[in-house]
């Protein structure tokens, strides 16, 4: 594809959204059409029709372990066609950090071609806010270890199965995304070292730089609080244009190379700016001063680190990357002016067919700010026939072998781009801390944790990280939060934390067990500084994909090597007399 034409994407993407219900209708068929010899369908009896009716009818709700059995299968080489028309040749692994196992999903080339439609529409909306010329990126994306099942099939990250794409390259040269750092970089087998090395690049090309991206907020947090310890060694390398000897990986140390020469006069003015940075305020646009914004998803388990990220980029606007997950894409970010946390998501119609699960709350369940409701479900309804103002749980088909498979997203409606929705991502389905009759969700537990910061304030404290457990071996059961801090807070201010986040869990259930003492006080445990560190190695050590870490905010009770490191790491422990001693 030739350099993406901006207006031809805009005019394409208005046409089908002018007529989002016939595009879902073709959409639907087309699938259907392409699996139509699918054992999957023919087990429900589809026989070929790809009409909505008889679709809705015939094929039910799935959810991921419905699948398994077809999965398994297909990990195992069964080339016979199990989910799609087409033998599945790649497999996509989950980021897997909420139940600490991955989950297989499929992946093939229609999969692919959504992916660079959703990217090329957010790109021309972006591109005409914040035109970045013929530039570079400098993208913090790290590719994952490739397994190859028993079965010959190839597994790794959905992002790893896009970067090794020749396609996908190619499409991503079209919309200006050109990373900084070499394919050897991106590909190490240490992210610690391609990480220095990304950021070595990155200052290279420094007035190159016209985006900074990575998947996640998360990352790029990550990356700026590498660059906090090691811009002086970076600075040494680019004065002597001698990489340095912690880079130890021979492919990586080579391609660095290349590109690295002497240059004093580069090392001297980035060693100023640094010096004269207050804290690391503005640090990207101080060294990246030809950067229009800082890009990466930073809605729902990505907001708590916006207030680190906004520090870093200083006047910089940070833009929320498009929704989707290993599954699927669900919309395209079309308002990039609109702060992360108010962003919105257009449905593309012609990337998948979607349908939409009205959740109600129970009458006098009605807490404003709380997810933890176990809602009322009615029909699910079409991509056309959702209502502003309401909530949802998405579910999706799609070209990769998933037949209205629940995401498990509650998403509310915030308005129309022309006939498709504007979703806002509210949560995660899944509950995180429940007891018994209490429910909590992981934007209970953000919401919390957010109403506790705020006493820290005045100390110029922050939370570095935090996570959570339910403490059931004792009796009553209680709810356990892990702080990471940026320094020690006094005793008397942590001792205030742990009540207000006993009192911030506004479900009733909650308050009503804590009042009666089937759920015992809440327990805050502080850890020592660097323990959120030890938990991505770990989770690195496992093959996971740094691109792809997400902090688990609930630790699962089986996974017992994170919560050996909480328990190994945690200095001291405050439980609330919120409810009384």
């Known amino acids: 594809m030739p350099i993406c034409s901006c207006e031809e994407t805009i005019n394409e993407f208005e046409t089908l959204t002018r007529d989002a219900g016939r595009v879902q209708k073709d959409t639907l068929k087309k699938i259907l059409e392409l699996n139509a010899d699918a054992e999957y369908l023919k087990h429900f009896g589809l026989n070929g029709r790809t009409d909505v009716a008889s679709y809705k009818s015939c094929i039910p709700m799935c959810v991921h372990t419905d699948l398994e059995p077809y999965i398994q299968r297909i990990v195992d080489g069964d080339s016979s066609p199990l989910l799609t028309g087409k033998p599945v040749t790649s497999l996509s692994l989950s980021s897997g950090t909420t139940q600490g196992k991955p989950k297989f999903l499929p992946f093939n080339d229609e999969l692919l071609e959504t992916t660079l439609q959703i990217f090329q529409t957010s790109y021309a909306f972006r591109n005409r806010e914040y035109p970045t010329g013929n530039g570079k990126a400098l993208q913090f994306i790290y590719g994952s ?51 220095y090395c990304h950021l070595l690049c ?15 907020a998360h990352s790029l947090v990550h990356a700026f609080q590498t660059f906090e310890e090691v811009w002086e060694d970076l600075c040494t390398d680019i004065r002597d244009g001698v990489l340095s000897a912690k880079v130890t990986v021979p492919s990586i140390r080579e391609a660095v190379t290349k590109i690295l020469k002497p240059n004093p006069e580069l090392a001297d003015s980035i060693y100023k700016k640094c010096m004269g940075l207050s804290n690391w305020y503005g640090v990207i646009p101080a060294l990246w001063p030809n950067a229009k914004y800082a890009y990466g998803i930073m809605t729902g388990s990505m907001e708590p680190y916006l207030k680190k990220l906004r520090h870093y980029a200083g006047h910089l606007p940070l833009i929320s990357a498009d929704y989707g997950a290993s599954e699927g894409w669900v919309g395209a970010n079309i308002n990039p002016t609109l702060p992360p946390e108010q962003v919105t998501y257009a449905v593309l119609p012609q990337t998948g067919y979607f349908e939409f699960i009205p959740l109600e709350k129970p009458k006098g369940e009605e807490i404003e700010n709380s997810a933890s409701i176990h809602y009322l479900e009615s029909e699910p309804v079409g991509l056309t026939e959702v209502e502003v103002g309401k909530i949802y749980e998405v579910v999706i088909t799609t070209f990769a072998g998933l037949y209205r498979y629940r995401l498990g997203d509650i998403v509310k409606v915030a308005g129309f781009h022309n006939s498709t929705p504007e979703l806002r991502f509210i949560c995660r389905r899944s509950l995180v801390l429940s007891i018994n009759i209490d429910k909590n969700t992981e934007k209970d537990l953000q919401l919390a944790v957010e109403e506790a910061a705020k006493l820290l304030e005045a100390d110029k404290l922050e939370i570095v990280d935090f996570t959570s457990f339910v403490e059931k071996s004792s009796d009553p059961g209680r709810y356990v939060i892990f702080w990471e801090l940026s320094s020690d807070a006094s005793e008397d201010v942590l001792r205030s934390c742990a009540n207000c986040l006993d009192l911030s869990f506004v479900d009733a259930g909650y308050m009503g067990s804590r009042k009666i003492r089937t759920i015992g006080p809440l327990e805050l445990r502080i850890l020592k500084k660097g323990t959120f560190k030890e938990i991505l190695n770990h989770f690195l050590s496992l093959g996971g994909a740094v691109g792809q870490f997400k902090t688990p905010r609930f630790v699962n009770p089986l996974n017992v090597k994170v919560l050996q490191i909480l328990s190994r790491n945690t200095i001291k422990s405050y439980f609330s007399t919120a409810y009384g001693p």
């Open 145 to 195: 270890k490739q397994v190859v099942t028993k079965g010959g099939i190839l597994a790794t990250t959905a992002t790893t199965n896009l970067y090794r794409s020749p396609r996908y390259k190619e499409g991503m040269k079209g919309i200006q995304s050109q990373c900084c750092s070499p394919d050897e970089v991106v590909f190490g087998p240490d992210f610690h070292q391609s990480l």
């Open 202 to 216: 990155g200052l290279i090309y420094s007035d190159e730089v016209h985006q900074v991206f990575s998947p996640f």
